[in-house]
């Protein structure tokens, strides 16, 4: 079946460290993958996104490449601030279908 | 404009009892969503309405489970003789309902807690 699996958390850092969140997925076909972040108190709201291979998605200094070799979309940011604690949930999309497919999520917690 | 709002934001009901959970989506978005995120988990799909019809209904976990979206705009999910598993963050999304998907905007989630 169509799964996500994601880093498993928690995981806390100092401000300005160099954050990396594992995303690896099984599907048919080829997948659309998303970022989804929740900030405390609030809803899910997409962060970045990546259609097909190779293709990296970008938003607020964070990065994702989709590989297909390896079946990853890993989160990135180069220096994380006390304003990105929040939870951060790997999704898929199937090619025609229009439900997300969720990992586990992982909590993110940066201390100043 | 506004996002899509989800009433009531926490719900208490006993064991056995029926719930109705309501969801506004965005203005003008033709496509809804129905997930479920237990604590801990990240969110589970159960249905996916397109306009009016539902058109993908495979998360469902059981029949005590059903939503309708009677105008195209707001639809209710509704729980019968609720157990204490059904207890989770029911949240809702809209979507433009483009071909080939598009950005799904989530609202706030109702919190059900069966007792």
């Known amino acids: 079946g169509n799964s996500v699996t994601q880093m498993e958390g928690p995981v806390t850092l100092s401000e300005e460290a160099f954050l990396t969140i594992n995303c690896t997925y099984t599907?048919?076909?080829?997948?659309?993958l998303f970022w989804y972040v929740q900030y405390p108190g609030e809803g899910l709201q997409l962060l970045l996104k990546a259609t097909k291979a190779d293709d990296k998605g970008s938003n607020k200094g964070f990065e994702a490449t989709y590989r297909k070799e390896t079946t990853s979309f890993h989160l990135e940011k180069g220096s994380v601030q006390v304003s990105d604690s929040a939870v951060y949930f790997c999704?898929?999309?199937?090619?025609?279908?229009?439900?997300?497919?969720f990992g586990q999520g992982t909590r993110l917690t940066i201390n100043p | 404009g506004a996002g899509v709002s989800q009433t009531p934001s926490n719900k208490v009901t006993e064991k056995g009892k029926y719930v109705e959970l309501r969801c506004d989506p965005i203005?003008?978005?033709?496509?809804l969503y129905w997930y479920r995120q237990s604590l801990g988990q990240g969110p589970e799909f159960l249905i996916y309405?397109?306009?009016?019809?539902?058109?993908?209904d495979s998360g469902l976990p059981n029949d005590r489970f059903f939503a309708v979206r009677p105008e195209g705009s707001v639809s209710t999910l509704k729980i019968q003789r609720t157990e204490r598993g059904d207890s989770a963050v029911y949240l809702c999304?809209?979507?433009?309902?483009?071909?080939?998907?598009?950005?799904?905007?989530f609202g706030p989630g109702t919190r059900l807690t069966v007792l």
């Open positions: 599907a048919t076909g080829y997948p659309s």
């Open positions: 999304a809209s979507s433009q309902g483009l071909a080939g998907g598009d950005t799904q905007y």
């Open positions: 309405f397109q306009g009016t019809g539902a058109a993908d």
């Open positions: 999704a898929l999309r199937i090619q025609g279908a229009q439900k997300l497919v």
């Open positions: 203005s003008g978005h033709t496509a």
